[in-house]
């Protein structure tokens, strides 16, 4: 049974983001693995959950999701291990701090060792990230620049856009993927979807066939002949 929990789909889902529990869930139900989606709303308490979801929103939601996470049983269940995919916004708010808007300095979740700070103009358009030998694709869409803190690792490499900082984008720790490719990331990017899969539930899945996959070879074969 694979529990998928999306976080405040209403504040963090300004661009599609909800769409990855619903990928997790398809794909490990097209394995034959029993998915429940629950979207958290509001007045909800944190559920029990095999991972967690946090998308991308803008500055005002974004801060009113913070503080209501901070209140909740959220950061504790992180830094005790619980898996988390987070793009944009929701990279920003696990980190110490952000200030987005304005140059006022937000405090955030604490949960991993990174700061956002307001960059100089927004990054907006679509953008490319070598992960190990994966490339994964998407678009961005905010005015944070984000420093990692050592020991926190990059999730890859930016080849296209811009992600944290120009030179890598997002972070990953042994229970976090966070990016800041909308997309939604795991619908143009179904091998990390499997990736996320295999680490949540500690086994290797058989590849499937699928319209997204197929699309995805399309995209890369599109970039690489550029
Ligand atoms: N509000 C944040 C920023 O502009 C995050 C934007 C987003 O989630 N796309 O940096």
Redesign the pocket.
């Known amino acids: 049974m694979l529990r998928i929990a999306t976080l405040f789909p209403d504040l963090l889902g ?2 599609g983001d909800s769409g990855n529990g619903l990928v997790l869930a398809q794909r490990a139900r097209a394995r034959g693995i029993n998915a429940i989606l629950t979207p958290v709303e509001l007045d909800d308490e944190v559920p029990d959950a095999s991972i967690y979801l946090l998308g ?4 005002g939601p ?1 801060r009113l999701a913070c503080d209501l996470l901070a209140k909740s049983t959220f950061p504790s269940r992180v830094r005790d291990g619980a898996y988390v995919l987070a ?3 929701g990279l ?1 708010i696990l980190g110490q701090s952000f200030s ?1 808007e304005g140059d006022e300095e937000y405090e955030g979740l604490g949960a991993v060792d990174v700061v ?1 700070r307001r960059g100089s103009e ?1 990054s907006v358009g679509e953008m490319s990230v070598q992960v190990g030998k994966k490339l994964l694709v998407g678009f ?5 620049v984000t420093a990692l803190h050592a020991p926190t690792n990059p999730l890859g490499t930016i080849v296209r856009g811009r992600g944290n900082d120009g030179v890598v984008d997002g972070y990953r720790t042994a229970n976090i993927w966070a990016t800041y490719a ?1 997309g939604p990331v795991l619908a143009l990017n179904p091998w990390l979807a499997d990736e996320i899969l295999a680490t949540v539930l500690g086994y290797e899945l058989e590849p499937i066939e699928s319209v997204a996959d197929r699309l995805y070879d399309e995209r890369c074969a599109a970039l690489s002949s550029r």
């Open positions: 300004t661009y991308g929103g803008e500055d974004q793009v944009c916004a920003q987005i956002t927004r961005e869409n905010h005015g944070g909308h």
